[in-house]
């Protein structure tokens, strides 16, 4: 119902950051679950991150001390905050409504020497 947008991709040098942006057409506070997934090249999505509208945030374990995941109820917008990025962190980045998954064009994070 409310379409969720990703942006703020780019290239980084490892142990460098980057900060991902999901606008929200709407109200980010009605999507109960804003899910960050990433896909690299050849591999399978894998979840990332999660926002819940109660405040509770989850994190795979791969990216656990080195990703926030944060909203910006007054811009709609949920960012993912990624630290230290390692080589293996490559991927197209997905943001998705946890309840009612869609997959957009994703944004292209690259961590590159």
């Known amino acids: 119902q409310v379409q969720l947008v990703e942006s703020g991709g780019g290239l980084v040098q490892p142990g460098g950051s980057l900060r991902l942006s999901c606008a929200a057409s709407g109200s980010i506070f009605i999507v109960f679950s804003v899910d960050w997934y990433r896909q690299a090249p050849g591999k399978q999505r894998e979840f990332v991150a999660r926002?819940?509208?109660?405040?509770?945030?989850n994190y795979a374990e791969s990216v656990k001390g080195r990703f926030t995941v944060s909203r910006d109820n007054a811009k709609n917008t949920v960012y993912l905050q990624m630290n230290s990025l390692k080589l293996e962190d490559t991927a197209v980045y997905y943001c998705?409504?946890?309840?009612?998954?869609?997959w957009g064009p994703g944004t292209q994070g690259t961590v590159s020497t």
């Open positions: 926002s819940l509208r109660t405040g509770t945030t």
């Open positions: 998705t409504d946890g309840l009612r998954p869609s």
